[in-house]
């Protein structure tokens, strides 16, 4: 066998192999389990269309304009209450205390400090 024969016949091999498993692949669904829906049948008589009557129609009686509202008014809003002093105080001394301190520390040294009473 010459080389030229082997390669046309390895060539018509080739294509033979590829139309089959093509030709198995076409003849598989898409994915296991899944069918295709089926076509649904037209009815033989289709129902003669239903004849439309005039409609009785009448014309609209016009409609009052509803009243204005009032105008919305708002409650004033309260004045928010004087926050407390971020400071430690015994007796008459007040002394500040910086922002990164919780103010629940500073709360209770001041309670501390007040015989247990808190600052008011």
């Not at 192999?17 to 033989?44: D, F, I, K, N, W």
């Not at 009032?70 to 809003?77: F, Q």
């Not at 209450?81 to 002394?95: I, L, M, R, S, Y």
């Amino acid at each position: 066998m010459s080389r030229s024969t082997f390669r046309i016949a390895l060539g018509a091999v080739s294509i033979a192999l590829a139309t089959g498993l093509a030709g198995v692949a076409l003849a598989q669904p898409a994915q296991p389990g899944v069918t295709s829906p089926t076509p649904r049948a037209e009815p033989a008589d289709p129902a003669p269309p239903a004849v439309e009557e005039p409609a009785d129609l009448k014309a609209a009686n016009p409609q009052a304009a509803p009243p204005p509202r009032a105008p919305r008014t708002s409650p004033k809003p309260e004045p928010a209450p004087e926050p407390k002093p971020h400071a430690v105080q015994f007796g008459d001394v007040t002394v500040p205390v910086p922002t990164e301190v919780p103010a629940d520390v500073v709360d209770s040294v001041n309670s501390a400090l007040n015989g247990g009473q808190p600052r008011p």
